[in-house]
């Protein structure tokens, strides 16, 4: 019984989070807009694969323990290709869902840093070229990247809104390379981002 109303309160989650109706076709080259968003946001984490619709990518979080939170994050790309909107329902068993609705813009990337080391960027020593094969943390600033608010189905008010003028992207293994540098080419070729306009 509480397994079917945990799946009705997901559908109802995730109904009420659709703000529209899918494009009836994918533009071109959209399925890899939306993974260039999906890194860069941490989505595309543990190698798992989202579920793919027209217009949208459903993300599932790996969840071990039956006890533990569930988070489901749909993400779309809006007309303009480097504006995305995410809406996530992170569940705790036998209680409400919390929805959270983001925005990114990645054309507001003003700068960008590399370096070699997690211990690097966080005290922001020692950066390296971007494309190093050394490069395996990459942080993109610009005010107003992501910006979010929450809205729980218990009934209270939402969350004041939350801008956050940094994202991480962490690339220690190939695969987060390869990945990661797709990301970024998008950033750069099509976003047409300041910081990497410059010499």
């Known amino acids: 019984m ?15 989070a659709s703000w529209g109706p899918a494009a009836a076709q994918d533009a071109p080259g959209d399925a890899a807009l939306r993974e260039a968003h999906a890194v860069l946001l941490g989505l595309a984490q543990g190698g798992g694969e989202p579920v793919r ?21 749909r993400l779309e790309v ?3 290709p480097c504006r995305a909107r995410t809406t996530s329902a992170l569940q705790f068993p036998g209680q409400w869902a919390t929805l959270t609705l983001g925005l990114v813009d990645l054309g507001r990337v003003a700068s960008v840093a590399a370096y070699a080391s997690a211990d690097d960027m966080i005290a922001e020593i020692n950066p390296v070229p971007l494309y190093s094969p050394e490069a395996e943390q990459v942080v993109l600033t610009g005010v107003g990247l992501y910006c979010t608010s929450r809205l729980s189905l218990s009934g209270r008010n939402a969350s004041d809104e939350t801008c956050s003028d940094r994202l991480d992207l962490s690339m ?6 390869a990945r990661g540098r ?9 976003c047409k981002a300041p910081a990497f306009g410059r010499k």
């Open 78 to 80: 809006s007309a303009a």
């Open 53 to 73: 619709e027209a217009g949208a990518d459903i993300y599932y979080s790996i969840v071990d323990n039956p006890d533990a939170p569930r988070l489901v994050t």
């Open 2 to 16: 509480r397994l079917r109303r945990r799946k009705t309160l997901w559908a109802a989650a995730l109904a009420a």
């Open 182 to 190: 797709r990301a970024l080419a998008i950033v750069a070729d099509i």
């Open 172 to 177: 220690t293994d190939e695969e987060q390379k």
